[in-house]
């Protein structure tokens, strides 16, 4: 399984990347958060391990914007607080776990093994719809032939996906995946570059859309 750990304190990084690894995990490592937010858009992980108190961009910060993609991969939080509002912040922004330092080295292991036996029993690395299946871990739809996925068109994918055919307002797509963003102009954008490759692999379901005074909703619905 594949872990990114996001930790400033190179000793500490150093020790945890060592013992991972002894595990048999493949891990990649980021000294900042915003080195540690360019790999999660470059790659799929399985775990995310991240201090919070890191140079560029913290913890709360980078699992915010990983959040805000539509992505679920479990995130475990490292930080030298042990305060409680500390553990409450976190947990608000869709951490998974907790662990104030200094820890056990055992008990870090511990805590990554419980989240990666999560992510193989219970998520959701294929959704399907007709006959389209989106594979998040490789960002790839299928359907008579297949196409790599920016992890963005992903995301989007997996929204409609879970909503199955229950319409989704462009601003609820913008608040969930990109909350920064004022315009609904995006969620076009990536509408139309998803046609584009729901046609390119032979779906038998397209995005369809409805506009009314509150603005337009997406869903998928079988190709007539």
């Not at 000793?11 to 690894?21: F, G, H, P």
């Not at 912040?89 to 036996?117: I, S, T």
């Not at 055919?165 to 990109?178: A, Y």
């Amino acid at each position: 399984m594949k872990l990114l750990l996001a930790e400033d304190e190179k000793e500490l990084s150093r020790a945890v990347e060592t013992i991972l690894t002894h595990t048999g995990y493949e891990v990649d490592v980021a000294f900042d958060g915003e080195e540690a937010l360019a790999l999660f858009y470059e790659r799929a992980y399985d775990v995310i391990i991240s201090d919070i108190m890191m140079p560029k961009l913290d913890g709360i910060e980078l699992l915010e914007n990983i959040r805000r993609q539509g992505d679920a991969t479990p995130v475990l939080l490292l930080t030298a607080k042990a305060e409680i509002d500390d553990r409450v912040v976190g947990l608000e922004a869709g951490a998974d776990d907790y662990l104030p330092k200094p820890f056990a080295m055992k008990e870090l292991l511990a805590r990554v093994q419980a989240l990666a036996r999560r992510v193989q029993g219970y998520s959701q690395p294929e959704l399907k719809c007709g006959n389209v299946i989106l594979q998040m871990d490789e960002l790839r739809l299928t359907a008579r032939n297949d196409v790599q996925l920016s992890l963005q068109e992903a995301a989007l994918m997996r929204l409609l996906l879970l909503s199955s055919e229950r319409p989704i307002k462009g601003r609820s797509i913008v608040e969930k995946l990109w909350a920064d963003e004022t315009e609904e102009d995006k969620v076009e954008l990536y509408i139309a570059y998803l046609r584009d490759k729901l046609d390119s692999i032979g779906a038998d379901i397209v995005i369809a859309e409805e506009r009314d005074e509150d603005g337009t909703a997406f869903r998928l619905v079988k190709e007539e």
